[in-house]
Every structure is written in structure tokens, then in C-alpha cells.
């Protein structure tokens, strides 16, 4: 996978824990037919400043920012994080883990799935800083609507805001595997294409004024 020693964009693409069976993947495909259509799609565009990893866990997400040397804040960098989702959750690799076994092992160590969780989150916080915006590529994974979980989509990004000081985009709407670009997913500026119909939820971190107000989450309606 393309491996840019300076990187303006960073891809980290869900994949399954190291000895996991095909798990949930539907019967008959050899692979996750959107995570392996989306790595189609992002390396037959070429882009020379793109980093492309697999990740399972959070850890294997420290892991990969941690390879990012920023020595001041024009050199942060664009991370995207791809994989499948529900309102205020990014799988990684727990979708490739049994139904039965995701209490017992997706939300410990090395955290399976990317959420509020705070003990999961504090394998991030050093990163703040390195980051000039987060994008949530999974379907609904920004969704203001709960759908029976105790968070959602505005609580994720949010929290992740807060926490590495950067913008954070989440989408809320279904995503295809082949609507990326050179720069990645496809995201909600006036320079970039963007998906008719589609909205993003996007959550800036709090900057403080002089008369003490503070900027707020925004919906972003595309």
C-alpha cells in the first residue's frame, strides 16, 4: 500500500484483528466487499502525499500516528479513518468478530471499536496537535439519531475534537466504496466534489475569545 514519507493525507482502512476467521463477513466473499473497494478506488488514484494502513484496533491507530513528525502546526496532517459503523462507533476490527464475542473482546484492549470510551481515547491524546482534520468515513457513523445506543454520532465527533484539537467530520448518510478522490473521501468544501443529498456533522474544538464565548459543534447540510 502507498507509504508517503511526508504525507499531507493519511488513510487508515478497518481490517481484522491478527487470527481472526472471516468472522462476519457474509458467506461466499473472500473479503469486505466496501473496505476492499475503497482501497481499490484510493490506489488507482496515485496521489504522491497519501499514506495508506490497515488498522484493527485504537492501538493500531496510535500506532500509525505515531509515524507523523509534525514540527508546527502548517505541517499537520488530513487522517480519514474508513470502515464500517453505527451512529457513535467505528467497528476497526470488531466487525470481524463473532456476535457472541464482542462484549468479552471488542471493547478491551487493544479496543476494536473507535467510541467514547475513555480508556480507548487516552491512547489518542498525544497526538493532539499533529492533526488538522479527522474525517469518520462510515455510514452514519456522524448521525445525530441514537438508534438505541447510549451515544451518537455528534457525541464521537465531538469527543474526538475535543481530544486531538482538530476538526472532526463524521458522515451521515450511506457511503459508497468509490467516492473518494486524490484526497481521499470526498469532503464538504466548495474545492471538493461532494454527493448530492449527503450531510456531514462537523465539530470544531472550542476556541476561546477574548469576551470569553467559545465556538460550538456545527451540522454541515451539503
Known amino acids: 500500500m502507498p507509504q508517503s514519507v511526508h504525507p499531507t493525507t493519511v488513510t487508515l482502512l478497518a481490517a481484522p484483528p491478527p ?21 481499490r478506488t ?9 499514506r495508506i494502513a490497515k488498522v484493527a484496533s485504537v492501538r493500531d491507530i496510535d500506532l500509525e500516528l505515531s509515524k507523523l ?18 451512529s457513535g462507533g467505528l467497528a476497526l476490527g470488531a466487525r470481524w468478530i463473532p456476535d457472541a464475542e464482542i462484549q468479552a473482546k471488542a471493547f478491551k484492549f487493544p479496543y476494536y471499536v473507535l467510541d467514547t ?8 491524546s498525544k497526538h493532539a496537535g499533529k492533526i488538522s482534520e479527522l474525517m ?25 475534537a475535543e481530544l486531538l484539537a482538530c476538526d472532526v467530520i463524521g458522515a451521515d448518510d450511506v457511503i459508497g466504496a468509490d467516492e473518494f478522490d486524490e484526497h481521499g473521501w470526498y469532503a464538504p468544501f466548495p474545492q471538493r466534489r461532494c454527493p448530492k443529498g449527503w450531510r456531514w456533522l462537523d465539530a470544531a474544538h472550542p476556541v476561546f475569545t477574548e469576551s470569553g464565548t467559545t465556538t460550538r459543534p456545527r451540522v454541515k447540510v451539503a
Request: glycine content about 14%; some cysteine.
Open 19 to 39: 487470527g481472526a476467521p472471516g468472522g462476519r463477513t457474509p458467506p461466499g466473499e473472500a473479503e469486505d466487499p466496501f473496505l476492499s473497494g475503497a482501497l
Open 42 to 50: 484510493l490506489t488507482a488514484k496515485k496521489a504522491p502525499r497519501h
Open 69 to 86: 513528525t509534525v514540527s508546527h502546526r502548517s505541517e499537520r496532517v488530513r487522517v480519514q479513518i474508513v470502515g464500517h459503523t453505527l
Open 117 to 124: 470510551s475513555p480508556a480507548a481515547l487516552g491512547l489518542l
Open 136 to 160: 469518520l468515513v462510515g455510514c452514519n457513523v456522524g448521525s445525530a439519531t441514537a438508534n438505541g445506543h447510549p451515544i451518537n454520532g455528534r457525541t464521537l465527533t465531538y469527543t474526538l
